[in-house]
């Protein structure tokens, strides 16, 4: 079993920049792909970005494309959400997500989910 913790949700002003953070722990070696999802009031889960485990292959959502930087440290086991130039459209709980296999944008396809981490923009 894989255990992922997010932190560094928070309430940003428009314009601000949060950082998210996920640590992965247990049987994490065989992960081969790791994602954050977001899911505001309302909404389906969606796919914001994500990142093979060896960094070579990564996706954005035209959304947050220029503006939200994933990255990981594989020593740490920690996946990482850089969020600049925040919109009020970009509130919700995120979820860091990872997978055994290959990377995919489809929610139902991911196989450990943490339990998410609140980001609130402000108009």
């Known amino acids: 079993q894989v255990q992922l913790v997010e932190s560094g949700g928070g309430l940003v002003q428009a314009g601000g920049s949060l950082r998210l953070s996920c640590a992965a722990s247990g049987s994490s070696f065989f992960i081969n792909a790791m994602a954050w999802f977001r899911q505001a009031p309302g909404k389906e889960r969606e796919p914001v970005a994500a990142i093979t485990w060896t960094g070579d292959n990564t996706y954005y959502a035209d959304s947050v494309k220029g503006r939200f930087t994933i990255s990981k440290d594989n020593a740490k086991k920690t996946l990482y959400l850089q969020m600049n130039s925040l919109k009020p459209e970009d509130t919700a709980v995120y979820y860091c997500?990872?997978?055994?296999?290959?990377?995919?944008?489809?929610?139902?396809?991911?196989?450990?989910w943490g339990k998410g981490t609140l980001v609130t923009v402000s108009s």
């Open positions: 997500a990872a997978r055994r296999g290959s990377l995919t944008i489809l929610a139902a396809s991911w196989d450990y």
